[in-house]
C-alpha cells in the first residue's frame, strides 16, 4: 500500500457510498453537501467528498462502510491469499458478519487461506489490532465519545476540509528562480501565430495536449506547466478534487500572476452487494464446480473486498487496487474517474467537471483521460461564454490576410509557365528563371499566400519539404502559417546522427536516392503539410510521407507549385488518404509546347 492511503485508512478516514444501515449515514465520495462554495468546500457539483477530522486511534473493526455498528473483538478470519497484497484494502466487518459461519460456510476451503484480518491490519494499514477478549463498544455498540466525527444528526454542521498542502517542485524552484519567473511573467503571446493571451496551467502531462488543442481555438498560448504537485501531508489525501485543483490553480497563479487552469482526478469503486444466497439462481445448476465455488466465494466474501474505495489523484495504486479486487469482485463492479478542471485568474474561480464509469474488468489508468478530456472540453465551453471569445478568431484574420492575394499567385504562376517555360528532352519542364536557379520572391510569395489559405483550416503545425528547390515554396508558406519549416536533406551531414529516411526516385535527381530529415525536427504530435516545387511521379512527396508515418505524426496536405496531370503523381498519393492542391496543372507537353488545364 502507498503511504497515501496507509495514512489515510489509518487515521480512520474510510471511505463509503452507502453503509448498507437503516439510517444510510455516510461520509466520502457520495455523501450530503451544505451550501459552501466550491473554492472552499470538499463538496461540489460532480459528487460530494466530505472526510472527518483527525481521530483518536482506533481499530477498523469498529467500523461498517462509514457507520458506527457493533464491534467485535479480535478476529481470526482468514481472507484470500491475495487480500494480503498492497491492493487490499479494507473498511470494516458486516453487523451480522460472523466469523464461524464464513468458514464454515465457505465450499472451497483454499479461499480463505492466507493472512488473517488482524495481519493485514498491522502490516499494511500499521494499525495494531485490540488485544484478544476486549472489545470498545458497550451491549454491542460502539461508544460515541470514542468517533467524536460520527454523528445521525442530519442538520449538523459538516466538519471543515483538511489544510491543502500540496507541493509541485517545479514551482518552488521557478519562485526561487526571480529571472526565469519574471521572464515567464513577461512572455508576450505569440500574435503572429494567432495567440492573443498566455494562460499557465497545473494539468497531467499526457493531458497538456488536449488542453492546448482545445485553447488554441480561441488565441490562449500555454507557456508552462507544473504537473508534478504531489500530497505533502497526510490531510492532502483526504482533499476533494475540487479542493485540489482549487489549490493548485491559486498557488500557480500567486507565483506567475498569470490566468491558471489546473485538473485533479479521482478513482472510485462502488460497494459491491454480494449475492446472499448464489446457490438459488437457476443458472448454477449449469456451471461447473469451479465457477459455482467460485461464484459462492464472492458471494461470502470479506467486507475489505465488498467496501468502496475512493483516491483523489491517479497512478500505480489505481490498477494495484483493482487487480488485489477483481479476483473477488463481480467484473462488472462500478468504477468511475471523474475529473474537476479550475480557472482561476485572481477573480474569477470556474469549476468543469467530466465523469467516466466503467465496469471493473476495463479498469486502467489511460482511462482516466477521458474524464480529463470531457471536462477540458467542457472548460473551453465554459470560458468562451464567459469571456465572449471567438472561436478560431486568429483563424479568420488570417483568412482575411491571405484572401487579398487569393487568386493572384495561380495566375501569375500560370503566365510565368507559359511564357518563361521550356521542355527538355524526356518531358522535363524546365522553370529555372523564375523558380529554380532564378527565383521570383514576389511570385513565390503570391504562390504561398494562396497554398497557406488553403490549408489553413487543416491547422498544419509544421511544413516538410525537400532540400532545395522545395524550399522556395516551403519558406513563404510556413511564414503565412506561421509554423516551423523542416527539410529533407538528400545526403547525411554531421549534426543528422540520429534520422528518419526513406528511399525514392526522380528522373532530375537518378534513381536509388535517399531522404533524411532529423528525428529531431519531427515530433508524434505534429500535424505537417508536405510543400513541393512539382508533382510528377509522386516519388519524393511519397518518401517524405512515408517519414512521416514513422514518426507517428500526422500528414495533412501535400501542396505543390505545379503538377505534371499526364504524370502517375496523384493516383500513387491517392492511398494516403491526404488532401492533394496544386497552383498549376500541366495537361502535356511535347517538344516545344507546354499545354496547362
Same mark, same amino acid.
Given at each position: 500500500?502507498?503511504?497515501?492511503?496507509?495514512?489515510?485508512?489509518?487515521?480512520?478516514?474510510?471511505?463509503?457510498?452507502?453503509?448498507?444501515?437503516? #439510517?444510510?449515514? +455516510?461520509?466520502?465520495?457520495?455523501?450530503?453537501?451544505?451550501?459552501?462554495?466550491?473554492?472552499?468546500?470538499?463538496?461540489?457539483?460532480?459528487?460530494?467528498?466530505?472526510?472527518?477530522?483527525?481521530?483518536?486511534?482506533?481499530?477498523?473493526?469498529?467500523?461498517?462502510? =462509514?457507520?458506527?455498528?457493533?464491534?467485535?473483538?479480535?478476529?481470526?478470519?482468514?481472507?484470500?491469499?491475495?487480500?494480503?497484497?498492497?491492493?487490499?484494502?479494507?473498511?470494516?466487518?458486516?453487523?451480522?458478519?460472523?466469523?464461524?459461519?464464513? #468458514?464454515?460456510?465457505?465450499?472451497?476451503?483454499?479461499?480463505?487461506?492466507?493472512?488473517?484480518?488482524?495481519?493485514?491490519?498491522?502490516?499494511?494499514?500499521?494499525?495494531?489490532?485490540?488485544?484478544?477478549?476486549?472489545?470498545?463498544?458497550?451491549?454491542?455498540?460502539?461508544?460515541?465519545?470514542?468517533?467524536?466525527?460520527?454523528?445521525?444528526?442530519?442538520?449538523?454542521?459538516?466538519?471543515?476540509?483538511?489544510?491543502?498542502?500540496?507541493?509541485?517542485?517545479?514551482?518552488?524552484?521557478?519562485?526561487?528562480?526571480?529571472?526565469?519567473?519574471?521572464?515567464?511573467?513577461?512572455?508576450?503571446?505569440?500574435?503572429?501565430? =494567432?495567440?492573443?493571451?498566455?494562460?499557465?496551467?497545473?494539468?497531467?502531462?499526457?493531458?497538456?495536449?488536449?488542453?492546448?488543442?482545445?485553447?488554441?481555438?480561441?488565441?490562449?498560448?500555454?507557456?508552462?506547466?507544473?504537473?508534478?504537485?504531489?500530497?505533502?501531508?497526510?490531510?492532502?489525501? #483526504?482533499?476533494?478534487?475540487?479542493?485540489?485543483?482549487?489549490?493548485?490553480?491559486?498557488?500557480?497563479?500567486?507565483?506567475?500572476?498569470?490566468?491558471?487552469?489546473?485538473?485533479?482526478?479521482?478513482?472510485?469503486?462502488?460497494?459491491?452487494?454480494?449475492?446472499?444466497?448464489?446457490?438459488?439462481?437457476?443458472?448454477?445448476?449449469?456451471?461447473?464446480?469451479?465457477?459455482?465455488?467460485?461464484?459462492?466465494?464472492?458471494?461470502?466474501?470479506?467486507?475489505?473486498?465488498?467496501?468502496?474505495?475512493?483516491?483523489?489523484?491517479?497512478?500505480?495504486?489505481?490498477?494495484?487496487?483493482?487487480?488485489?479486487?477483481?479476483?473477488?469482485?463481480?467484473?462488472?463492479?462500478?468504477?468511475?474517474?471523474?475529473?474537476?478542471?479550475?480557472?482561476?485568474?485572481?477573480?474569477?474561480?470556474?469549476?468543469?467537471?467530466?465523469?467516466?464509469?466503467?465496469?471493473?474488468?476495463?479498469?486502467?489508468?489511460?482511462?482516466?483521460?477521458?474524464?480529463?478530456?470531457?471536462?477540458?472540453?467542457?472548460?473551453?465551453?465554459?470560458?468562451?461564454?464567459?469571456?465572449?471569445?471567438?472561436?478560431?478568431?486568429?483563424?479568420?484574420?488570417?483568412?482575411?490576410?491571405?484572401?487579398?492575394?487569393?487568386?493572384?499567385?495561380?495566375?501569375?504562376?500560370?503566365?510565368?509557365?507559359?511564357?518563361?517555360?521550356?521542355?527538355?528532352?524526356?518531358?522535363?519542364?524546365?522553370?529555372?528563371?523564375?523558380?529554380?536557379?532564378?527565383?521570383?520572391?514576389?511570385?513565390?510569395?503570391?504562390?504561398?499566400?494562396?497554398?497557406?489559405?488553403?490549408?489553413?483550416?487543416?491547422?498544419?503545425?509544421?511544413?516538410?519539404?525537400?532540400?532545395? +528547390?522545395?524550399?522556395?515554396?516551403?519558406?513563404?508558406?510556413?511564414?503565412?502559417?506561421?509554423?516551423?519549416?523542416?527539410?529533407?536533406?538528400?545526403?547525411?551531414?554531421?549534426?543528422?546522427?540520429?534520422?528518419?529516411?526513406?528511399?525514392?526516385?526522380?528522373?532530375?535527381?537518378?534513381?536509388?536516392?535517399?531522404?533524411?530529415?532529423? #528525428?529531431?525536427?519531427?515530433?508524434?504530435?505534429?500535424?505537417?503539410?508536405?510543400?513541393?516545387?512539382?508533382?510528377?511521379?509522386?516519388?519524393?512527396?511519397?518518401?517524405?510521407?512515408?517519414?512521416?508515418?514513422?514518426?507517428?505524426?500526422?500528414?495533412?496536405?501535400?501542396?505543390?507549385?505545379?503538377?505534371?496531370?499526364?504524370?502517375?503523381?496523384?493516383?500513387?498519393?491517392?492511398?494516403?488518404?491526404?488532401?492533394?492542391?496544386?497552383?498549376?496543372?500541366?495537361?502535356?507537353?511535347?517538344?516545344?509546347?507546354?499545354?496547362?488545364?
Amino acid at each position: 500500500m502507498n503511504d497515501y492511503a496507509r495514512d489515510y485508512y489509518s487515521s480512520g478516514g474510510a471511505f463509503s457510498q452507502n453503509g448498507g444501515g437503516e #439510517k444510510g449515514l +455516510t461520509y466520502g465520495a457520495n455523501s450530503g453537501s451544505k451550501g459552501r462554495s466550491p473554492a472552499n468546500s470538499n463538496k461540489s457539483r460532480m459528487g460530494n467528498n466530505n472526510t472527518p477530522p483527525p481521530t483518536p486511534e482506533v481499530s477498523l473493526n469498529d467500523f461498517d462502510y =462509514g457507520m458506527v455498528k457493533k464491534t467485535v473483538a479480535r478476529s481470526d478470519a482468514k481472507l484470500p491469499k491475495n487480500s494480503g497484497s498492497k491492493s487490499s484494502l479494507g473498511l470494516g466487518y458486516d453487523d451480522d458478519y460472523d466469523v464461524e459461519d464464513d #468458514k464454515s460456510s465457505n465450499a472451497d476451503a483454499d479461499f480463505f487461506e492466507g493472512f488473517s484480518a488482524d495481519d493485514l491490519l498491522s502490516s499494511e494499514l500499521g494499525i495494531p489490532p485490540p488485544e484478544d477478549g476486549t472489545e470498545e463498544g458497550v451491549d454491542g455498540e460502539a461508544n460515541g465519545e470514542d468517533l467524536p466525527f460520527l454523528s445521525l444528526e442530519e442538520d449538523e454542521e459538516d466538519p471543515p476540509p483538511p489544510p491543502a498542502t500540496l507541493y509541485s517542485d517545479k514551482l518552488n524552484a521557478l519562485e526561487l528562480s526571480p529571472q526565469k519567473l519574471q521572464y515567464l511573467k513577461d512572455t508576450p503571446p505569440r500574435t503572429l501565430e =494567432g495567440f492573443t493571451q498566455t494562460f499557465v496551467s497545473a494539468v497531467e502531462a499526457p493531458a497538456l495536449g488536449n488542453l492546448k488543442g482545445v485553447f488554441t481555438n480561441f488565441g490562449v498560448e500555454f507557456i508552462a506547466n507544473f504537473d508534478d504537485f504531489h500530497h505533502a501531508t497526510p490531510n492532502d489525501q #483526504k482533499l476533494s478534487i475540487e479542493d485540489a485543483a482549487s489549490f493548485e490553480a491559486r498557488e500557480v497563479f500567486r507565483v506567475t500572476n498569470k490566468p491558471t487552469i489546473a485538473s485533479r482526478t479521482s478513482f472510485e469503486v462502488d460497494e459491491f452487494v454480494p449475492p446472499s444466497d448464489p446457490f438459488e439462481d437457476e443458472a448454477v445448476g449449469a456451471m461447473s464446480r469451479a465457477e459455482a465455488q467460485k461464484l459462492h466465494a464472492i458471494s461470502v466474501a470479506p467486507p475489505r473486498v465488498t467496501s468502496a474505495y475512493w483516491f483523489n489523484d491517479i497512478g500505480d495504486h489505481v490498477e494495484a487496487l483493482v487487480e488485489g479486487l477483481l479476483p473477488h469482485s463481480h467484473p462488472e463492479r462500478i468504477c468511475r474517474f471523474k475529473t474537476c478542471v479550475c480557472y482561476y485568474d485572481g477573480e474569477m474561480e470556474v469549476f468543469d467537471y467530466g465523469t467516466v464509469e466503467l465496469a471493473m474488468k476495463f479498469v486502467t489508468c489511460d482511462k482516466a483521460f477521458i474524464s480529463v478530456s470531457h471536462a477540458i472540453t467542457s472548460m473551453g465551453k465554459t470560458l468562451k461564454d464567459s469571456f465572449d471569445w471567438e472561436y478560431q478568431g486568429w483563424m479568420n484574420k488570417k483568412k482575411k490576410k491571405l484572401k487579398s492575394k487569393n487568386s493572384i499567385g495561380s495566375s501569375n504562376l500560370r503566365e510565368r509557365v507559359l511564357r518563361d517555360g521550356r521542355v527538355l528532352p524526356n518531358n522535363i519542364v524546365d522553370v529555372s528563371k523564375f523558380m529554380d536557379s532564378m527565383i521570383d520572391v514576389n511570385l513565390m510569395d503570391e504562390c504561398a499566400a494562396e497554398l497557406a489559405e488553403r490549408f489553413l483550416d487543416l491547422k498544419p503545425t509544421k511544413v516538410l519539404t525537400v532540400a532545395t +528547390t522545395g524550399l522556395v515554396a516551403a519558406i513563404p508558406i510556413s511564414k503565412y502559417l506561421q509554423v516551423p519549416c523542416v527539410y529533407a536533406r538528400k545526403q547525411r551531414t554531421v549534426v543528422m546522427s540520429n534520422c528518419y529516411h526513406a528511399g525514392y526516385s526522380s528522373k532530375t535527381v537518378g534513381q536509388n536516392r535517399e531522404l533524411l530529415v532529423s #528525428k529531431d525536427h519531427v515530433d508524434a504530435e505534429d500535424r505537417i503539410l508536405i510543400v513541393d516545387d512539382f508533382l510528377s511521379s509522386g516519388s519524393s512527396q511519397e518518401a517524405l510521407l512515408r517519414i512521416i508515418s514513422d514518426a507517428g505524426a500526422t500528414a495533412v496536405g501535400v501542396s505543390v507549385l505545379i503538377e505534371k496531370k499526364y504524370d502517375k503523381g496523384r493516383k500513387s498519393l491517392s492511398g494516403y488518404n491526404v488532401r492533394v492542391e496544386s497552383l498549376v496543372a500541366i495537361d502535356d507537353v511535347n517538344e516545344k509546347t507546354i499545354t496547362i488545364a
